[in-house]
């Protein structure tokens, strides 16, 4: 959907020619994000900023959905363009009803049209539109402006979206809940989305693909798992970071992790069955479940040898469970707070599915590490 060839921005000073971009490709497919990675002065931003052109290029080619952004009408070309940039930049004598339409308004689209979209867009960020349509921007919390731009980008449907550090001026807490919207809407939408950082956590979460920058030029360009397990050179290395195996947790579900172990036995199971289920799967304990089959306890082999009775009577209380759906990085979190090895894994419903342990996250990495080399 977007392919940069050759791309190439220099800039005349009075120390003599810059060279801001240094003959950068890459290709973006339909429907991913492409994050532009890199430290202060590296290019990014301006190679963003030449793909609607508010930068002319000095050399190259930029391709959208196969058409030479050359033979666009450079107006034209920008309001088939969402664009978000870190500073917001609403409209302050606007409602937000009417910040989101400022590009449909422009492009002739019936009123009823264009507001029953802003309305649509507002719900997908969790901002509801009957408290929010008609407020004006100071009248929102940072977060909430920011939202309400990103949504603005999007509300004449364009196919690409560039987002300049669209959340770095968020605090943390806001970011993440912003970026998980974001994401969200993104499954739903599938933009093709050129978004420009300086933090490779935020890459790493939320792009498809990575493109490091240093000095104008590519220095690499990836999947994040790929970046981070296999960084072509030293600057690469450094710049993602001597934890960037632990930033790989993010990437990985907890159910690609999973160990599908002895079914959870019930309450009322009796001791000499659990103990025979133990020694028959090779395992020292057992998840304990109610009568839903959601995880309520775990009982193991010392808790248990030589004990009359019921599980119930024995069981020891499970201080968390993680979801299928959290990356490894919870899940390991998770761990951490609670001094375990091991976490029951339940699905959607609460019900559970499996167990994952410390030593099956490490062999996991290793598995895709190796894999990966080969």
Known sequence: MIKLDNLTKTFATLRGTVTAVDRVSLEVPAGEICVLLGPSGCG?????????????????KIFINGKDTDAYDVVDLRRSIGYVIQQIGLFPNMTVEDNICVVPDLLGWDRAKSRKRAA????????????????????LSGGQQQRVGVIRALAADPPVLLMDE??????????????????????????????????????????DRIAIFRDGRLEQFDTPDNVLAHPVNAFIASFVGRDRTLKRLRLVKVADAMRRLAPAIGLETAVTDALRLMD????????????????????????????PGIVSEHRRDLPA?????????????????????????VDSRGLFRGC???????????????????
């Open 120 to 139: 649509e867009l507002l719900a997908m960020v969790a901002l509801e539109p009957s408290s929010f349509l008609k407020r004006y921007p100071k009248e």
């Open 321 to 345: 469970t993680v979801d299928l759906d959290e990356d490894l990085r919870s899940a390991v979190s998770l761990m951490f707070a609670h001094d375990m090895r091991w976490l029951a894994c």
């Open 280 to 307: 028959e799967h090779a395992q020292p304990m057992l998840v304990v479940s109610d009568a839903e089959g959601r995880p309520c306890g775990y009982v193991a082999c010392d808790l248990l040898e030589g004990r």
């Open 44 to 60: 990014k931003t301006t190679t963003l900023k030449m793909i609607n052109r508010l930068i002319m290029p000095s050399s190259g």
């Open 166 to 207: 669209p959340f770095g001026a968020i605090d943390p807490i806001n970011r993440e809940i912003i970026q998980d919207e974001f994401l969200k809407m993104q499954d739903q939408i599938r933009k093709t989305v050129m978004f420009v950082s300086h933090d490779i956590d935020e890459a790493v979460k939320m792009g």
């Open 356 to 374: 994952v342990t410390q030593e099956d996250i490490t062999q996991l990495l290793g598995d895709r590490r190796r894999s990966d080399s080969r």
